[in-house]
Structures are given as C-alpha cells and as structure tokens.
C-alpha cells in the first residue's frame, strides 16, 4: 500500500476505538510521518492519551506514558547508572523515554532541568547519563499534553522546547452527538484502559518507514510556494501584533507538514490549501503576542489568519 492508503487505513482503524477528534488525530499521523513532535492542548478528558495509544498499536511500537509533576528529576525520564554490589560493576537502568511514543502528560509541570534532559531527545534522538550517550529507538515521538486553564504549579515551557514541537494542536470539547456516542461505547463495553481487547488492527511496522517516507521526500514544491512560506515568515516578524515571528525553523517544519499533508492525500506536489491548513498548528507556540493584542481579545490563531489574509496566494 502506497502511503496515503495506509494513511486511511490508520483513519478507519481509529475510528474504531476514537470518537470525534478525528482533525486532532490526523495532525498526529501528519507529525508522526514528518519525523516531528506534537504538544496537544485540552482539558483532561479529551482522549488525548487514547490518540497516544492508539497511534503506537497502529505502527506497531512500544508505548510509555510519563506524568510529569514539580519533583521530577532527569533520571526519572531517562534513567540511571546503577551499581551492582555482586559483579561490582555498573548497569544503565533505563528510564521511559527509550521508547517509540512518548507521552508526556502534563509536561508544563516539570521544572527547568528536568525539561533540559527531555529537549535534548526531542532535538538529538539521543539523552546523556553521566556523560555516556545512548541513542534512542526510531521512530521516536513525543506526544505533549498540557492543560490550558490550570497554571498553579506549572513552568512555561522555554521558547527553545517549545520550537521543538512541530505542532501544537487545540484538543476541544467534542460535539453533543460525538459525546453521546461515546457514551452509547462506553455502554456497550468499550474501555479505553484495554485497547489490546478491542480489533484494531496493526497498518505499519517501523521497518516500512523510510520506504514509506521516501513519498514525502519525493512531494515536488514549486518555486512560488517557497515564496508563499517564506512571505508568511516574514509578515509575521513585521506584525503590529506580534512581539516574536516565525523563526527560519518554523518555514522549514511548515515545508515538511505541508509535503507530508500533500502526501497523505496522495499527490505528489504542494499547493498553497495544504500550505494554510498546517500554517496555525505550525505558527501558534512559536509566536508570542504583544499585550495590546491581547487586550484587543486576539489570540494566536487569530493573528496567524490575520498574516495570512494579508499574504497573496500564488498561484
């Protein structure tokens, strides 16, 4: 199967097991297949850990799942040396970030040090213990949660962590009927704390990615469209409303979504539509807003669809 049927193929499966959700479960496929990370954004609740979980029974891959609390240290995450007193030699005990998906729940709740060890994975693929490297798994992927209304007792997380994510997608409340639904599951006997009860069925196994990848890569982008990134990038560094632009990064994640979009819809070049519908959750935690656009009431995503309308679409 070619990768946009295997990318259908892991929307049906999921939608045996997730109701609704399914923008919010798509933006993680796209972040999975470009080899980036994802912060999502939601009250408890919205079954951002069931996406985690079932996106790691569709590829095939080992899961863990990290709350993440003031007290955590380094080596809680990624483990430690341990001495042992019969062979009198030390073993690395590793921690669960040596995993493929990683759930890091909460992940606004560790300190500083503690997100320094996490951001050296998300960059380098790689952690440090006591100054020895070890490689980490591929696929690797860290999945983010935090939640948006409650900041007692949180760190905001540094513009550089923050720049390592590739999207941040906002996990809403689901529709009265999508709610109901879940419930009507709920009912019949779904339990989301037993997946490995339900039929889903594995679509990938981690060997077939870089074949799989190789699709993206081959995604042609027109002259006119880098133009179109790059004029995005620099109207938000120009803003009224706007203290912090896109960084180059930024243009380039945006290029690496909107090929892999254009791929998981099975074309084979970009257009300016695929460039907008990764614009926002590529653009929204690497902008920083002045004051007086906040008491305007503007939000991220309303600037961003402001820099958009004010950018000519190639044609």
């Not at 921690?95 to 992940?107: M, R, W």
């Amino acid at each position: 199967m070619s990768l946009a049927e295997r990318f259908k193929a892991m929307q049906q499966e999921a939608a045996k097991v997730i109701v609704g959700q399914e923008t919010v479960f798509e933006q993680i496929v796209i972040a999975f297949f470009a080899g980036g990370h994802i912060l999502l954004e939601g009250v408890p609740g919205t079954a951002k850990t069931l996406m985690a979980k079932t996106l790691a029974r569709l590829i095939q891959t080992d899961f863990q799942r990290i709350q993440f609390t003031a007290d955590l240290m380094p080596s809680d995450i990624v483990g430690t040396q341990v001495f042992n007193l019969n062979q009198g030699t030390f073993s690395l005990k590793k921690g669960p970030i040596f995993t493929h998906v990683l759930l890091a729940d909460e992940i606004n709740r560790a300190p500083a040090k503690t997100q320094s060890a996490l951001l050296e994975a998300m960059e380098e693929r790689q952690v440090t213990i006591e100054g020895e490297r070890h490689a980490l798994a591929a696929p690797f992927m860290v999945l983010g949660t935090q939640n948006p209304v409650e900041y007692e007792g949180t760190y905001p997380l540094p513009e550089a962590q923050l720049d390592r994510f590739m999207f941040k997608v906002l996990v809403d409340y689901p529709a009265e009927a999508v709610e109901t639904e879940v419930l009507r599951r709920y009912h019949q006997g779904f339990d989301a704390h037993h997946l490995e009860e339900t039929d889903i069925r594995p679509i990938i196994q981690p060997a077939e990615l870089p074949t799989l990848r190789q699709a993206i890569r081959d995604v042609t982008v027109e002259e006119g469209i880098l133009r179109y990134i790059t004029q995005l990038a620099n109207a938000s560094r120009r803003s009224p409303d706007l203290i912090l632009g896109g960084s180059p990064r930024a243009s380039i994640t945006l290029l690496l979504a909107a090929k892999t979009y254009a791929a998981l819809q099975d074309r084979s070049y970009v257009t300016p539509d695929d460039v907008k519908y990764v614009l926002a959750p590529t653009y929204r935690h690497r902008v920083i807003l002045r004051p007086e656009a906040e008491i305007e009431g503007l939000d991220a995503d309303a600037v961003i669809r402001r820099l958009a309308a004010g950018v000519a679409v190639p044609r």
